[in-house]
């Protein structure tokens, strides 16, 4: 549900309005100031679930804010963490701005390197390749499947 903080707000009516909300609840502020009160209060009353968002003067949203508990016991699971997803889609717009200056990302073995993108495939060897440290991210697919050739 959405509910108006009221202005001017204080510290204590701002809390109590925080703490009337149930997870899910969207609080909205007119003023920074408001904004700034219903984030400490979000943090030191330890109210999660709560979102606060500061409208502009049109009604838009144009900062959100929302507290959750850290899991202490998180259950691990076979995919990805939101965060490590975040740092995928993070490394995949690294590799767009990299598509957009000219430059392919070409794997050897375990290695990776770096080549302009006007180098052919025939000279792909070249010396104008730059290893790319992959900090012992990337492994090519020799270190991942071991086929056995016999």
Known sequence: MEKIINEPGTY??????????????????????????????LVKEKLSGIIVQLLDSDGYAVRQVTSKRREKHKVPQEGLSDR????????????MHC???????????????????????EDISTASALDVD?????????????IDTD
């Not at 309005?17 to 009160?37: H, I």
Request: charged share 25%; aromatic share 8%.
């Open 84 to 95: 490590q997803i975040k740092v995928v889609k993070a490394l995949e717009k690294v590799l």
């Open 134 to 146: 992959s900090y012992g991210c990337y492994r090519g697919a020799d270190a991942i499947f071991d």
């Open 12 to 41: 204590q009516s701002i809390s109590d309005a925080l703490k009337e909300g149930v997870e899910g609840d969207t609080f909205c502020c007119t003023s920074e100031a408001s904004f700034d009160l219903a984030k400490v209060a």
């Open 99 to 121: 598509k957009r200056e000219g430059i392919q990302l070409v794997g050897y073995s375990d290695e990776l390197v770096a080549l302009p993108a006007s180098v052919s495939e």
